[in-house]
């Protein structure tokens, strides 16, 4: 066992460890600090991040009942202009969507095999029908596939996750994967959100997955967190000097391309609003 101790297995990190287990033993387990971009323009790209967040937090505001005269002003007043134009899409479009009981920035964990899952939601909507919509805001350019989501760690681990310990979300009754489904809204096409409805069999599937993927990583001696070898991954990672898999940044503009899962950062979770079950 070479994980940190009370280690909590996220999309992020897992999703690291899927696509380079030596970028996962660097972060993780050696916490090496690497200075270098993971795009060629780091202001842009700082930025980008600041205006998204900014954007997430007018999101959270709205769902949490704050006048929207207000949050229009706030909008309004944003340094980059592009949070209003998104603002007045989400107006257009999302309301609709969000009928029900409204868990916001809702923090979920379980047990498994001895290790816990955490997952941080923006939005847990139960709905009037009884059924639950994960929602996720994107404000990535551009939108991705649909198959290339359902294969995300964050899609698979978000649902799976709900079903295992979101029953208090749900007024103490039993989630089942059929009620679940999860809606990714994308400021670039707010009109055509991508719906991904969770069925029994893919929750078997995904236990399955999981279970196998923490004991895989849970019993891995430092030595066998390998490179990958799909040479693309490194583009977008920071140890690529250390890796000695080239010294140029990645192209800010095929950044989305890659899907990074950089609008969530575990060290951000808030460790008093988990609800939790029992290992
Ligand atoms: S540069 Fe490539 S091999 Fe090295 S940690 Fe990053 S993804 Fe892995």
Not at 116 to 133: F, H, I, M, N, S
Not at 136 to 164: M, N
Not at 207 to 228: M, S, Y
Not at 240 to 266: I, K, Q, W, Y
Request: proline residues 6%; aromatic residues 12%.
């Amino acid at each position: 066992m070479t994980l940190p101790e009370n280690f909590d297995f996220t999309q992020s990190n897992l999703q690291d460890y899927l696509d380079c287990p030596y970028r996962f033993y660097l972060r993780y387990i050696r916490h090496t600090q690497w200075p270098a971009l993971i795009v060629d323009d780091a202001l842009a790209f700082e930025q980008r991040g600041q205006t998204g967040a900014r954007f997430h937090r007018l999101i959270q505001q709205y769902l949490l009942g704050l006048p929207e005269e207000r949050l229009a002003d706030q909008a309004a007043a944003d340094p980059s202009p592009e949070v209003f134009s998104w603002w007045q899409d989400f107006l257009q479009y999302a309301p609709p969507l969000l009928e029900g009981a409204r868990h916001v920035e809702t923090v979920l964990s379980a047990g498994l095999n001895g290790h816990r899952l955490v997952a941080k939601y923006d939005l847990v909507l139960v709905r009037p029908d009884g059924g639950l919509t994960i929602f996720d805001w994107k404000t990535s350019q551009k939108r991705p596939k649909q198959e290339r989501l359902l294969e995300r760690v964050q899609t698979r681990l978000y649902r799976f996750l709900l079903v295992l310990s979101g029953g208090m979300l749900n007024g103490a009754e039993a989630i089942r994967p059929e009620q679940i489904e999860m809606n990714y809204w994308f400021t670039s096409q707010p009109e055509l959100p991508i719906n991904l409805p969770y069925t029994a069999d893919q929750y078997q599937k995904d236990q399955t997955f999981f279970k196998k993927l923490v004991d895989e990583i849970a019993a891995l001696p430092g030595e066998a967190f390998t490179r990958t070898g799909d040479l693309s991954k490194c583009r977008y990672c920071v140890y690529r000097s250390h890796c000695d898999r080239g010294v140029e940044a990645g192209d800010l503009e095929m950044f989305d391309d890659f899907l990074p899962e950089t609008e969530e950062n575990p060290d951000d979770l808030d460790f008093d609003q988990i609800e939790e079950i029992a290992f």
